[in-house]
């Protein structure tokens, strides 16, 4: 017997890449849904094929007008089950369906979820850097301008950062970061996660950017970039020379200038004795 019910709108998380990692809740909630709303339904359309699901999709979309919207809910007033997907893994993280589900929630429409793969928890687990707090930018801005200033708002975050990021942009976004957040700041690179090509590479911003521009591989599939917070820089960058000098300039200079200084005399970036200091004054 089906565990689906009438009127539920039901959020499901599939696979990321592994098909594998399809759990079996999710299986029957599709398998015994009313209707799908999927992201793309010819992308989709494999992951139905492969688990034999005959149920019937429609398009829901991030340029799904209203009217959309209005269908899918009269469909669930009306006593229809319907499970929300995206293209992969957890519907709604930077992807389409909060008009939807913030709807069903002001109409008293039930809203079920059915966890599974998420790219964002998926890369934190393996990157190896702090994972008790951290924040979700998303994708930046695809202007460099753009793009530049949205990583200056949180160059002094001290949580670790995860953003999503197109192949195409990969360099351009690490080179912005470099110059946002300093040059030894440790980034892991989570690309094509669960797949046959998944690589989990972490370094320097520096030495990452440098290793993916002379390698066309690194610049091609789903990537995740895992960025440690300001709190958490390792003062080992600089040296015992460079950190006596900065703590005691900054007894008497603004943290910027003395930064300057002491970055130009020993050959740093600027940004890695900036991040030494506001560390010394947190």
Known sequence: MSSVLPSVLYIVATPIG???????????????????????????????????????????????????????????????????????????????????????????????????????????????????????????????????????LVAEEKRTLVFYEAPHRIVECLSDMCEAFGHSRRVTLARELTKTFETIRQNSLAELLEWVRNDDNQQKGEIVLVVEGVEYVAQSTLSDDARSLAALLVDVLPPKKASKIVASHYDLPTRDVYDFLLGLKN
Do not use: W
């Open 18 to 152: 592994n098909m594998a990692d399809m759990t079996p809740r999710a299986k029957e909630i599709l398998a015994n849904a009313d209707i799908i709303a999927a992201e793309d339904t010819r992308h989709s359309a494999y992951l139905m094929r492969h688990f034999d699901i005959r149920t019937p999709m429609l398009a829901y979309h991030e340029h799904a007008g209203e009217s959309q919207t209005r269908k899918l809910l009269e469909l669930l007033e009306e006593g229809k089950s319907l499970a929300l997907i995206s293209d992969a893994g957890t519907p709604l993280i930077s992807d389409p369906g909060y008009p939807l589900v913030a709807e069903a929630h002001a109409r008293g429409i039930k809203v079920c979820p059915v966890p599974g793969v998420s790219a964002i928890i998926t890369a934190l687990c393996a990157a190896g850097l702090p994972t008790h707090t951290f924040a979700f930018e998303g994708f930046l801005p695809a202007k460099a301008a753009a793009r530049q200033k949205a990583l200056a």
